[in-house]
């Protein structure tokens, strides 16, 4: 039988559950589906905070498990590359990081579509309302952060905030950072990213916050969900967008708007398999042709990095004795379970990131050679050139001695200038798409990785150190640029932040895919609503800018369908 509602939204990820829950709770209560390919993700376990660096490695019942193809920049090498799969999408396999990146990010993003709303201002007011930021820094560090309570939004539904305790590791890190030079940034949500500062997390504490937990805990009853669903195509009727049909034949429509929040890497996917992309590509896989889009899966973008690890004596560490007991990870596993207590609340709790420019960047060839929009955004002061992160995800596949502990260092690629793309490999529904980040391609991506592993390795020389370094056990052969290139392609990671592949733009830009108002080009009643859209990638980590999306799409869709109307909130609009 087949099924109506107002609005269907079609995955069921970090963007999908806020937006689905934002319609859903307006005045005029309209009816909304939110249909999700995984399951509800109920699993307390999910939500342990010591889980944080794992999750998306061991845990392959909520990942869709896609790998790249072979990267030509990468030596052929295949890259595996974790989607979240289950109510929450990725924000349940993710680092728990939430930076909003830099002003000129959003300015930038303004005049590439064409539109003010996407400025920093307006996004500033946005970001606002998502978070119920805790400002609460542990006692003694408040010269490492210090944000202002009123620099932020108190009554969102995403919880925000710093972990109750830090770990020796991260004190090291900011310390060090001082006595090598690095600035020290108070809030790197302010605007300005630029210094080290302890990193700020959607955790509370006692748990892994999720945009399921955070946005469908109190579901209301005009919101209907439908887990393990698979959407496997847009209905059209000319170009008009009534539905979707699900796997095994069942079409659902939507009376007012149908809205695809799948993300990066399956957004694409969808509108490739429901006609909409090029007739040549769509030609190749035996889809017929619906509406002619070229920018569908183009334009594909990620951040890119690789770990540094050394060791140090074992008394560095809290983390390497805890690590190296079974005994004491199975109580600890099962006190959390039972009341959300004990070593997995803070263990793995902390970690000191910073966002950094490279002054003669600017003065190389690569740089040279950008358009001249591109170097006057990159140049300003508020845009770094790579990030990184201490005490995070320790060396996969590394034994460690009893008498020794293990810190790592990644050093991540911000602004990437390589583009890639997602394809169909098949018409068939259920098969992955055919994904080339085509990393590193771009010699503006090398020189910036180069130079910021050079960097980051004088870093972890700094005095700081000493008294407890023994030695590098992930490095480059020496500081030469061959050896170092050699290095990051051998240790090469993904960070997961796929975008950009149904790219935002102007009506006359030959790739753009959606407008400003997310809305489909050429189609009615359709639009985007992820991290897809993103006409840059912006400097941070963007489970934020998830929500950004979603939140933008939101009042857009209450504005234009007068959700509101009658109720307080309308002047609001």
Not at 368 to 392: C, Q, R
Request: a negative charge; one cysteine or more.
């Amino acid at each position: 039988m087949d099924s109506r509602f107002d609005f269907i939204v079609v995955g069921g990820g970090t963007a999908g559950c806020r937006l689905a829950k934002r319609l859903s709770d307006t005045f005029t209560r309209p009816s909304v589906l939110l249909i999700e390919v995984g399951g509800d993700a109920a699993d307390p376990s999910l939500r342990i905070p010591y889980d944080r660096y794992s999750a998306a490695f061991t845990r392959p019942d909520y990942d869709h498990g896609y790998v790249t193809v072979p990267q030509r920049s990468l030596d052929r090498a295949e890259v595996p590359y974790a989607r979240g799969k289950g109510l929450g999408g990725s924000s349940l396999l993710n680092f728990f990081a939430y930076c909003y990146g830099a002003k000129a990010d959003f300015d930038r993003w303004a005049e590439m579509v064409g539109d003010d709303a996407w400025g920093w201002d307006q996004t500033l007011k946005r970001l606002r309302r998502i978070e119920k930021y805790n400002p609460k820094v542990p006692e003694g560090f408040h010269h490492y952060a210090n944000p202002s309570k009123d620099d932020h939004g108190q009554a969102g539904a995403v919880d925000v905030g710093f972990p109750s305790n830090v770990e020796p590791e991260a004190v090291r890190a900011l310390d060090a950072a001082v006595a090598f030079g690095y600035p020290i940034s108070h809030d790197i949500n302010t605007g300005n990213p630029i210094g080290m500062t302890l990193l700020v997390s959607t955790l509370d504490n006692r748990y892994r916050v999720t945009s399921a937990s955070a946005h469908l805990t109190n579901k209301p009853a005009n919101l209907t969900i439908w887990t393990s669903t698979r959407a496997v195509r847009v209905l059209l009727n000319g170009k008009r967008t009534v539905g979707v049909e699900l796997e095994g034949g069942k079409k659902v429509y939507a009376n007012k708007e149908t809205l695809l929040t799948a993300g990066a890497l399956d957004t694409p996917k969808l509108l490739l398999l429901s006609g909409i992309g090029t007739s040549q590509e769509l030609a190749s896989h035996n889809v017929e042709c619906l509406h002619e889009l070229p920018g569908v899966g183009k334009q594909l973008q990620d951040h890119c990095g690789v770990i540094v690890a050394a060791s140090f004596k074992a008394s560095f560490s809290i983390r390497a004795a805890f690590d190296s007991d079974p005994e004491k990870l199975c109580l600890a596993r099962s006190q959390w379970l039972k009341d959300q207590t004990g070593p997995m609340t803070h263990h793995n709790c902390s970690s000191a990131v910073g966002f950094f420019k490279l002054p003669d960047l600017s003065e190389t060839s690569e740089f040279i050679g950008l358009e001249p929009n591109a170097k006057s955004y990159l140049s300003d002061v508020s845009v770094p050139h790579y990030e990184i992160i201490t005490n995070g995800p320790p060396p996969r596949g590394v034994a460690v001695a009893q008498d020794e502990s293990v810190m790592t260092l990644n050093v991540i690629l911000m602004n990437p200038q390589s583009r890639g793309s997602v394809t169909l490999r098949s018409n068939n529904p259920t098969e992955g798409p055919r994904i080339d980040f085509d990393y590193l391609s771009h010699p503006l991506d090398r020189r910036t990785m180069i130079d910021a592993v050079r960097e980051a390795l004088e870093y972890m020389k700094t005095p700081t150190w000493a008294n407890d370094f023994k030695s590098f056990v992930w490095h480059p052969d020496s500081s030469a640029d061959a050896d170092i290139l050699a290095y990051i392609k051998s240790r090469f990671t993904p960070i997961w932040h796929a975008n950009g592949s149904v790219m935002m733009g102007k009506p006359d830009s030959p790739l753009s895919c959606v407008d400003s108002r997310l809305r489909v080009y050429g189609l009615q009643n359709l639009r985007v609503a992820d991290l897809s859209v993103l006409p840059l990638t912006p400097n941070n980590h963007p489970q934020s800018t998830a929500y950004l999306v979603a939140e933008f799409a939101a009042e857009a869709l209450i504005r234009e369908h007068c959700l509101e109307m009658g109720s307080s909130a309308e002047a609001r609009l």
